[in-house]
């Protein structure tokens, strides 16, 4: 581009790093062979804090090639074998960038004395999260603590400082993989703002961690599955300030006990209810502050109980239907009174349009509107969505997984987001009609169907951001996809 129509060297640096913030990673690449100043620009510290590093850790050419980098990358992804050279091959690359390194996503082998090591390496560590799967075989672990004395290891876990971890992600698939990590948890335990950990068993004796400080939490997998009540309200006392909770794992009711009592504050709630016992709402009532509940999988439930308060500060929720009567679905409105914003998920072959009907009729008050269809693997024929037309108040609509036509989606002149992440039959015809359907449309996401059909929808809506998922823009080609991005230049096409 000539120079007269675009002065680019005379922007201000501040001015080209955003418009750079804009590129794709391929883009910004080759942005960054222009020159050296567009290179500092296109990977400036700011922009770095959107990309992640991954070390080639098995391919020493690459791991040199790193080696040579000006780039001050801040996020990093290494998985890691048992072989102690390539981990000081990743000790090496680290010292690169060690002072910036703000997150570290490790997968593989690591044992305490190596998680110590990167610890320190990284001075301004802020998260770290380890992904282990290794065997559970302790004759193969030729690295492991056991070589060190245990007087010297626990000075070591002891002099650990990381004063700027605050997140922390465990995942393990063994007892061995528990023994590396638990004494480091323990000795980051006490700063940790957000805790997310997943046990394919019950490694961890849950009893010994204590989070004071942490104001999310994420529990997944078996690490709850213990018939012991007092390890679980040992463990769940520990919290004080927490804020955001999801329990996507095998909960007892005993766990929602403690954690409500001792954390009345919590303003999101995430688990999956009892499948076969009443869901607990006379606990739920103590969070006088919660506003976002998720209750996992939800049936037909003659006992939700009517006696307990109403939940008034409840504004979003989110649950998976099965088989559930428009009663149980009343009972849970009483429940609940203020939902604005609502995600479903329907399952077990359970009719959508029944099951829509039912969240439709009894939540008429709703903004915003996520349904999903995971009721069955097999395509279903084309869904009427007219039930949507209660929802007066709706501005937001996301469809997942459903097959419909325009004649089956009701016109409103409120809405103003726009999703269809599933099969819609839509031609150029339907996309002048969707236009008229919705004419207050501000953003709108689906397959592109035709380039004329997305013409002649931003014809008649200028101002609404027109969004082509990366799969369906693949068969288009490059002049296309130009042509679009020149129709809606708010939001490119990716």
């Known amino acids: ?19 750079f913030s804009f590129l794709q990673l391929s883009d910004r690449k080759s942005a960054s062979l222009v020159c050296t100043k567009w290179e500092k620009l296109t990977f400036s510290r700011r922009i ?14 690459r791991m040199f090639d790193l080696r040579k980098t000006k780039r001050r990358y801040r ?47 990284l001075p301004n560590l802020q998260q770290l999260t380890v992904g282990i799967n290794v065997d559970d075989d302790d004759d193969d672990d030729e690295d492991d603590d056991d070589d060190e004395p245990l007087e010297d290891f626990s000075l070591q876990i002891e002099s650990l400082d990381a004063p700027n971890v605050t997140q922390l992600g465990i995942r393990l698939s063994a007892p061995a993989e528990a023994r590396n990590v638990l004494p480091v948890m323990r000795r980051l335990a006490p700063q940790l703002k957000n805790v997310n950990l997943y046990s394919t068993g019950y490694f961890i004796p849950l ?65 999956d209810g009892p499948r076969f016992n009443p869901i607990p709402f006379h606990l739920l009532g103590r969070l006088k502050y919660l506003k976002t509940l998720g209750l996992g999988e939800v049936n037909d439930d003659p006992d939700i109980s009517l006696q307990c308060s109403p939940l008034e500060s409840v504004e979003n929720l989110s649950l998976d239907l099965s088989e559930c009567e428009e009663s149980s679905i009343g009972r849970l409105r009483y429940l609940l009174p203020n939902i604005i914003a609502m995600d479903v998920t329907l399952r077990d072959d359970w009719n959508i349009e029944k099951g829509l009907g039912h969240v439709c009729q009894s939540f008429q008050g709703l903004k915003r509107l996520e349904i999903s269809d ?41 809405l103003k987001r726009l999703v269809l992440k599933s099969h819609c039959w839509l031609f150029n015809e339907d996309m002048l009609e969707l236009a008229r359907q919705y004419p207050n449309l ?53």
């Open 374 to 414: 995971n009721s069955t693997w097999i395509p279903k024929s084309s869904i009427s969505l007219l039930a949507v037309e209660h929802l007066d108040q709706l501005e937001e609509l996301t469809f997942k997984n459903i097959r419909t036509q325009i004649v089956d989606i009701p016109p409103n002149p409120h």
């Open 1 to 19: 581009m000539s120079n007269k129509v675009f002065p680019s060297e005379d922007l201000p640096e501040e001015v080209l790093e955003h418009i």
């Open 442 to 494: 501000r953003y709108f996401e689906h397959e592109p169907n035709t380039i004329q059909g997305i013409a002649a929808f931003k014809s008649q809506l200028v101002n609404c951001a027109v969004h082509c998922r990366p799969h369906a823009t693949n068969i288009i080609s490059r002049h296309d996809r130009d042509f679009l991005e020149n129709l809606n230049h708010r939001t490119p096409l990716i």
């Open 48 to 61: 770095l804090r959107k990309v992640v590093l991954n070390i080639p850790i098995n391919n020493i050419d």
């Open 207 to 271: 009893e010994q961690l204590q989070f004071p400080k942490a104001e999310v939490l994420n529990i997944g997998g078996n690490l709850c599955n213990t018939e012991n009540d007092w390890v679980l309200r040992t463990f769940f006392a520990g919290f004080k300030l927490l804020k955001e909770v999801r329990l996507d794992s095998n909960i007892q009711e005993i766990a929602l006990d403690v954690i409500t009592s001792a954390c009345p504050a919590i303003e999101l709630l995430k688990f």
């Open 75 to 121: 996020n990093v992804f290494v998985i890691l074998d048992r072989h102690e050279f390539r981990f000081q091959m990743l000790m090496i690359t680290l010292n690169l960038f060690a002072a910036y390194v703000e997150s570290l996503r490790c997968v593989g082998h690591l044992n305490t004395k190596q998680l110590c090591m990167l610890l320190r390496r």
